[in-house]
């Protein structure tokens, strides 16, 4: 059975940083290609953060870059977001999405993302 299952979420002041983990089972996870989305309240979902299958190469969306930091440990079938200097606009539910092989596109659109995870809520306010 395939999982992706959030954790790491929670209440943050501004300014303040969160951890979030995706824990992967039920698929090769070290070949799979991961990113973060969110979706703040009454908007849609944007993707955030991408890293790559084998070189790890990642990418971060302007609104996070130098903010937020993804990675992943193959070894442990997990991948991570570093969140730091979060701001009232990083509200939101996080999703973690797995892609299978070579993305030919925008790695940022859904429709390249076979498996999801269920979403942990994130809150920044003081």
């Known amino acids: 059975q395939v999982e992706l299952v959030e954790s790491g979420g929670g209440l943050v002041q501004p300014g303040g940083s969160l951890k979030l983990s995706c824990a992967a089972s039920?698929?090769?996870?070290?070949?799979?290609?991961i990113a973060w989305f969110r979706q703040g309240p009454g908007k849609g979902r944007e993707g955030i953060s991408y890293?790559?299958?084998?070189?790890?190469?990642?990418i971060h969306t302007t609104s996070v870059k130098g903010r937020f930091t993804i990675s992943r440990d193959d070894a442990k079938n997990t991948a991570y977001l570093q969140m730091n200097s979060l701001v009232a606009e990083d509200t939101g539910v996080y999703y973690c999405?797995?892609?299978?092989?070579?993305?030919?596109?925008?790695?940022?659109?859904?429709?390249?993302?076979?498996?999801w995870g269920q979403g942990t809520q994130v809150t920044v306010s003081s």
């Open positions: 890293i790559s299958a084998g070189d790890m190469s990642s």
């Open positions: 999405a797995a892609a299978p092989g070579i993305i030919g596109g925008n790695p940022f659109t859904a429709y390249f993302y076979t498996y």
């Open positions: 039920g698929f090769t996870f070290q070949t799979y290609n």
